[in-house]
C-alpha cells in the first residue's frame, strides 16, 4: 500500500477511534483520561520534512479539536510533539543504520527499549502541555503532576498494546541510488 495513503487511512482511523470510543469512556476519578491520538504522530516516516510534519500535525490536532470542540487544545500539544520528534530520534537512534533502513518507527525498526523511552518523552510532553493549556494555570501542583503522570502510564500502556495489536512491517526502504 502506498504510504500517502496508509497514512490519510492512519489519520482518519486515529481521529475517530479518539472521538468516538476513548472519549466516550467517563474519566477516572475525574483524573485520568486516556489519550491515543498522537500516535499517528508517533508513527509517521521518519523520511518526512520537519515542515511537512509541522503542517501535518497541525491539522491533525485542529481535526480532533473540530470533533470535541475544544479549539488549539490539542493542536498545540501536536504541534510540540511533532517539534521535538526529530531531535528525539536523532538522540535515540543512530542515524547511519536504522533510519536509512527502515521507513517509520516502531519496535522493529528502533527496538523496545528506544521505542518504549521515545514513546514515553513524547506521551509525557504531550500530556503535561495539555494539562496545562486545559487548566491555564498549576492550581495544587501535586494533583497536576499526578494527572499528568497517571495519563501518560495509561497513554503508554495503550500506545504499547497497540504496537502489539498492529505490528507494522519493519519494510526496508528501497535503495534509490
Known amino acids: 500500500m502506498n504510504i500517502l495513503l496508509k497514512n490519510i487511512i492512519r489519520f482518519v482511523l486515529f481521529i475517530l477511534f479518539q472521538v468516538f470510543i476513548l472519549d466516550q469512556i467517563p474519566p477516572l476519578h475525574q483524573f485520568i483520561v486516556p489519550y491515543v491520538y498522537f500516535l499517528f504522530i508517533l508513527w509517521l516516516p521518519f ?28 493542536a498545540a500539544p501536536c504541534v510540540l510533539i511533532a517539534y521535538i520528534r526529530p531531535f528525539l530520534l536523532n538522540l535515540l537512534i543512530p542515524k547511519d543504520t536504522t533510519e536509512q533502513s527502515y521507513i517509520e518507527p516502531g519496535t522493529k525498526s528502533m527496538g523496545w527499549a528506544p521505542f518504549v523511552l521515545y514513546a514515553g518523552i513524547l506521551t509525557f510532553v504531550h ?48 535503495n534509490k541510488a
Do not use: C
Request: hydrophobic letters at 55%.
Open 127 to 174: 500530556h503535561f502541555y495539555l494539562v496545562l493549556i486545559e487548566w491555564l494555570q498549576f492550581g495544587n501542583f501535586m494533583y497536576f503532576l499526578g494527572k499528568v503522570s497517571a495519563t501518560t502510564a495509561v497513554s503508554i500502556m495503550l500506545i504499547l498494546i497497540a504496537e502489539l495489536l498492529f505490528p507494522r512491517k519493519g519494510r526496508y526502504r528501497a
Open 47 to 74: 523520511s518526512i520534512n520537519r515542515f511537512w510534519l509541522l503542517i501535518i500535525a497541525f491539522v491533525f490536532g485542529l481535526s480532533l479539536d473540530y470533533f470535541t470542540g475544544t479549539y488549539g487544545l490539542h
